[in-house]
């Protein structure tokens, strides 16, 4: 997933590419993929992020065939980092003191409507593969959502640390100055280390000690 290089909801990349063997498409052991219900997923994930790659029944199972291939302790650990970044995406546009930015939010509940459904492009309840459609959603759209989430995180170190006072607009006013404060002392100190403040060569008219 080459726009998905700069921005990861977890550690690794997930594999998003075709499998060789035609035999093994869309299906994963018993389990076979719908059609519409694919569709109807990549439908999603385009409101989300217009950008993404296109989502198919052949791309889907091949991440299922990836995952039930590894380590279950590695799984779960690939599973529950990306779940941990959608109870992420729960906490920000919940939290009172976060303006979360108008697209951002819909965009966020039109994936949490799809998450908190049991029947989905693969039903929760089907043994280790039950969360996979839920982290691919994420994956698929987080380049859309990671500049929102990444403020919000700051902004949650910052209160935690710093414990601001007043409502959540002049929290994140105090948030936002000091952010710039800093930022603005960051450059002056750049400036700085980039100036000269001996001028090379000799004096006109050396330094004299004593009359």
């Known amino acids: 997933m080459a726009n998905l290089q700069q921005h990861l909801p977890g550690q690794n990349e997930i594999p998003w590419r075709l499998s060789n063997d035609p035999c093994r498409r869309k299906r994963v052991g018993d389990w076979t993929l719908?059609?519409?219900e694919v569709a109807k997923f990549d439908t999603l994930v385009h409101e989300v992020?217009?950008?993404a790659p296109r989502v198919d029944a052949d791309q889907v199972a091949h991440v299922a065939r990836w995952l039930l291939a590894m380590p279950e302790a590695r799984a779960?650990?690939?599973?529950g980092e990306r779940l941990t970044r959608i109870d992420e995406l729960r906490r920000m546009v919940a939290d009172p003191d976060w303006d979360c930015a108008d697209r951002d939010r819909v965009n966020?509940?039109?994936m949490l409507g799809y998450l908190d459904q049991e029947e989905t492009l693969i039903p929760d309840r089907t043994p280790m593969l039950g969360k996979l459609d839920d982290i691919l959603l994420l994956e698929l759209t987080w380049d859309a959502l990671a500049?929102?989430?990444d403020e919000y995180e700051d902004f949650c170190r910052y209160r935690e640390d710093e414990h601001p006072t007043g409502t959540g607009e002049q929290?994140?006013?105090t948030w936002i100055r000091e952010r710039l404060a800093a930022l603005a002392l960051v450059e002056h100190q750049q400036r700085v280390?980039?100036?000269h403040y001996a001028i090379g060569g000799s004096p006109t008219e050396p330094f004299r000690v004593g009359g």
């Open 193 to 195: 280390s980039g100036t």
């Open 34 to 36: 719908c059609a519409e």
């Open 108 to 110: 966020v509940e039109k």
């Open 171 to 173: 929290q994140r006013a």
């Open 147 to 149: 500049t929102e989430v």
């Open 49 to 51: 992020h217009p950008g």
């Open 76 to 79: 779960t650990q690939v599973l």
